[in-house]
């Protein structure tokens, strides 16, 4: 990708021609235009055409500039290039001031962070090896308690009206979610349930052409076939190999009909509200209808390991509060049709977590049907 293709005045000083009038010490031969110095200097000059028209307020000009940064100061050195390193440094350091820290670089850094941490949930869930109703409590609880501090600086304010009722049903949508989602990891291979729990933008397609009166197009019903057969494809293999699976697959089911639920009312409540203020909301008001639910089926809270804890822990601060709060950042500052197809790289890096940490082996009929669901999530939300 280039520039407007005007030319672009050099960064790296004046070049001297070999066929000036300078003296015969000043003149850089032909055969030496490949030797370090010049090499970086092209890197700086063409990366700064590039990223300061076109790329800079892309992601992939974000990664390229530290990249040939790296390339830049190898190709330098050595002793007698340590002055140009030295201005070599400081002229990156300028142009990726300048590019890095744009606010759709910075949507976009947040939107992966998010993917990356919202995947590691089932992993963190599978390990820790405690009920997953108690999982599901101590996740919202702990950020509940992390974001509350910083709600109530910000000033607490009670929603009203429409709002008060979309942050209400959030929280038991979202309870419910958990409940489901952490209970059916514990009975299923995490690969599989995460692929039929991602299901959510279905659902919402549904109810949105049902109850909000919304016309779908011919993507959303293809879609809507591959994705259902996907799901059929996944949990089939999986029932064939562990008929005990089906349990847990159709509570991960269930998980993505209540997470559409919590999708469609953030839709609505935050319309009338912040995103911390939201989040403080419904993770509260989740607390509340998971702790006695819990209690109804002797869910342990406590007498945990060190090692259960520390894990909990991490699914409570980094999949739950740092990894919502990247999303829901990005949603502010991406296009939804970018964002929810990245939220769909979650599923994949859930699926090779679990190869690694928990020894799951990867199927085929989880590759066929994980391709079929996320083909048609993809085209469920193509407009």
């Not at 500039?65 to 201005?87: A, N, Q």
């Not at 600086?153 to 009722?165: E, M």
Request: overall charge positive.
């Amino acid at each position: 990708m280039v520039s407007d293709g005007s030319t672009q005045p050099s960064t790296a000083g004046p070049r001297i021609s070999p066929t000036s009038n300078s003296p015969k010490t000043a003149v850089i031969p032909i055969r030496r235009l490949n030797t370090p110095a010049i090499l970086a200097d092209n890197n700086i000059n063409a990366i700064g055409n590039n990223c300061s028209t076109t790329w800079n307020d892309s992601l992939p000009c974000s990664i390229f500039v530290p990249f040939e940064y790296v390339r830049g100061l190898f190709l330098l050195y050595g002793k007698e290039h340590r002055t140009r390193m030295w201005r070599f440094h400081l002229q990156y350091r300028e142009l990726f001031e300048r590019v890095a820290m744009t606010t759709s670089t910075k949507a976009w850094l947040a939107l992966i962070l998010g993917a990356m941490a919202i995947s590691s949930s089932p992993i963190l869930v599978k390990l820790a090896d405690v009920p997953g109703t108690s999982s599901a409590f101590y996740r919202v609880f702990i950020g509940f308690l992390v974001l509350l501090p910083w709600y109530a600086v910000k000033g607490i304010t009670v929603p009203q009206g429409r709002t008060l009722w979309a942050v209400v049903a959030g929280g038991l949508f979202f309870g419910v979610d958990l409940i489901f989602w952490n209970e059916g990891l514990m009975h299923a291979p995490a690969a599989s349930a995460t692929l039929v729990a991602n299901n959510a933008p279905i659902w919402v397609g549904l109810v949105s052409l049902f109850w909000l009166k919304e016309k779908l197009s011919r993507y959303y019903w293809l879609g809507l076939a591959l994705a259902i057969g996907g799901m059929f494809v996944v949990m089939n293999g999986d029932v064939q190999i562990n008929p005990g699976d089906v349990f847990g697959l159709s509570l991960a089911a269930g998980a993505s009909v209540c997470y559409a639920g919590y999708l469609l009312s953030t839709r609505i409540a935050r319309s009338g509200i912040d995103t911390v203020g939201f989040m403080v909301w419904s993770l509260g008001i989740a607390s509340l209808v998971i702790l006695p639910v819990a209690w109804l089926i002797d869910a342990p809270l406590s007498g945990f390991s060190m090692t259960a804890w520390g894990l909990i822990l991490l699914l409570g601060l980094f999949s739950q509060t740092v990894g919502w709060l990247a999303i829901n950042y990005a949603l502010g500052h991406l296009p939804a049709s970018v964002t929810s197809v990245v939220l769909l790289g979650q599923v994949v890096l859930a699926t090779l977590l679990a190869v690694p940490f928990l020894g799951e082996a990867i199927r085929p009929t989880q590759i066929v049907g994980g391709a079929l669901i996320v083909t048609g999530i993809i085209l469920v939300n193509r407009r």
